[in-house]
């Protein structure tokens, strides 16, 4: 487990000491025991007077408390919402990497730098031919003239 995610964990042990009991009763042993196992020896600064909005949190106890909110602490109707929030959340994330990496768009790029360099290249081969057609015009008619 990613030491972010071990110092979030402990932020959260710290902030359920401070939780009620109803709270505390509604997330099971399991997930306590395996926040008191996986928890690292990173020291919050917790401070029980202010809110959690005020508290300057790692964004993996957000992450973490998150979870516990919709899993646990939420009502069902609350649960239904927050869940189909985060299918919605990750749904989009997905279709901006699709569209990011998809085929057609990898390649899109590049496609336009060569018909941009095709392009250059014929305009270029143009002004040479028109240029080498002058020079070969007025060498004609220096002979003629001569």
Known sequence: MKEAY??????VDEILKFADEESLKKIPEKF??????N???????????????????????KVILSVLYRDYWSSEEERKQLIE?????????ENEK????????LF???????????????KSLVVQESLF??????????F???
């Open 98 to 105: 699709q569209e990011k990496y998809s085929y057609d768009n």
């Open 108 to 122: 899109k790029k590049k496609q336009v730098e060569v018909e941009k360099s095709y392009d250059n290249e014929i």
């Open 6 to 11: 071990r110092n979030g964990l402990a932020e």
């Open 39 to 61: 928890k690292s020896n990173y020291i919050a600064k917790i401070d029980p007077k202010k809110n959690l909005d005020e508290q300057d949190l790692l964004y993996e106890t």
């Open 85 to 93: 929030k985060d299918k919605i959340e990750l749904q989009k994330i």
């Open 144 to 146: 003629r003239l001569g």
């Open 133 to 142: 057609k002058k020079i070969l015009n007025k060498i004609k008619r220096f």
């Open 32 to 37: 306590k025991e395996f926040i008191k196992e």
